[in-house]
């Protein structure tokens, strides 16, 4: 397990100044004047007046709905994984009810936001770029730039057209070859190279290969007292979810192995 980020959470969504009470500014007030209750300098933080959160709580804490859709097969759950990155950000917009937090009105409506900065441990080097000391306990050793939270939108596409053993995806000649164009995948995509490459080695095609090596370029969040060595990766998938389960870009996708058990 990686050591944690030194950086503590700070999360300062803007307040709407209109309708901000007189004493709206006390609390900042009070944390400007105490060193002590001030997070570490953060180089995204402005003099904007806003709400101070800094506990992983007042993101997590949100409610929310949360489907889960059971697919056919791989194929099928790839698609459906694309279609609903797409539609999920409309559906968040005209559902948007989070215009308050921490008791306070909030000049944003979503509650993604602060979800995305709650969970978001990303050293330094990793936030900026720029210098910082290598930890080889870590992904990419704590240095690696990473241009996003754990949780945030989606950084590649991942369906491939329709696949089968006697044409799978990609292969030269497939009626599916051209039906996805990944001139839609346009943005930086960081991977555990590694990973990419042994996946690409057991034959797992390119798209789904930098998903998944996308995910191990994070720390895993949460690592149970005897699930460590006690899981047998032969048989459960307890080590892949603990990364899957913390790395979320609105729709997830997740192979689950289901156990039938005997009836009657």
């Given at each position: 397990m990686g050591s944690p980020s030194p950086r503590l959470v700070a999360k300062n969504p803007p307040k709407l100044p209109p309708l901000a009470p007189l004493d709206s500014f006390n609390e900042d007030a009070k944390v400007a004047e105490d060193p002590n209750l001030a997070p570490p300098p953060h180089p995204f933080l402005t003099a904007t007046p806003a709400i101070h959160m800094d506990a992983m709580a007042f993101g997590m804490g949100c409610c929310c709905l949360q489907i889960t859709f059971q697919a056919e097969d791989m194929d099928e759950s790839r698609f459906m994984y694309d279609q609903l990155a797409v539609l999920a950000p409309i559906m968040m917009a005209l559902?948007?009810?989070?215009?308050?937090?921490?008791?306070?009105?909030?000049?944003?409506?979503?509650?993604?936001?602060?979800?995305?900065?709650?969970?978001?441990?990303?050293?330094?080097?990793e936030l900026t770029g720029k210098g910082g000391t290598e930890d080889?306990?870590?992904?990419?050793?704590g240095v690696r730039r990473l241009f996003k939270s754990r949780y945030d939108s989606i950084s590649t596409y991942i369906y491939?057209?329709?696949?089968?053993?006697?044409?799978?995806?990609?292969?030269?000649?497939?009626?599916?070859?051209?039906?996805?164009?990944?001139?839609?995948?346009?943005?930086?995509?960081?991977?555990?190279?590694?990973?990419?490459?042994?996946?690409?080695?057991?034959?797992?095609?390119?798209?789904?290969?930098?998903?998944?090596?996308?995910?191990?370029?994070?720390?895993?969040?949460?690592?149970?007292?005897?699930?460590?060595e006690e899981v047998d990766d032969e048989k459960e998938t307890e080590h892949f979810e603990s990364i899957q389960s913390t790395v979320s870009s609105g729709p997830d996708q997740s192979e689950k192995r289901i156990k039938a058990w005997p009836t009657g």
């Open positions: 559902t948007a009810s989070t215009p308050i937090l921490k008791g306070r009105l909030a000049d944003t409506d979503a509650r993604w936001g602060i979800i995305a900065e709650s969970v978001d441990d990303r050293t330094e080097a080889e306990f870590m992904a990419g050793k491939q057209g329709a696949c089968s053993p006697n044409t799978p995806c990609g292969l030269l000649g497939s009626p599916f070859q051209n039906r996805i164009l990944n001139k839609y995948n346009d943005i930086p995509v960081v991977i555990d190279e590694n990973h990419y490459l042994k996946l690409r080695s057991e034959g797992v095609d390119p798209a789904l290969a930098q998903h998944v090596a996308h995910l191990f370029i994070r720390d895993p969040l949460v690592v149970f007292e005897g699930r460590v």
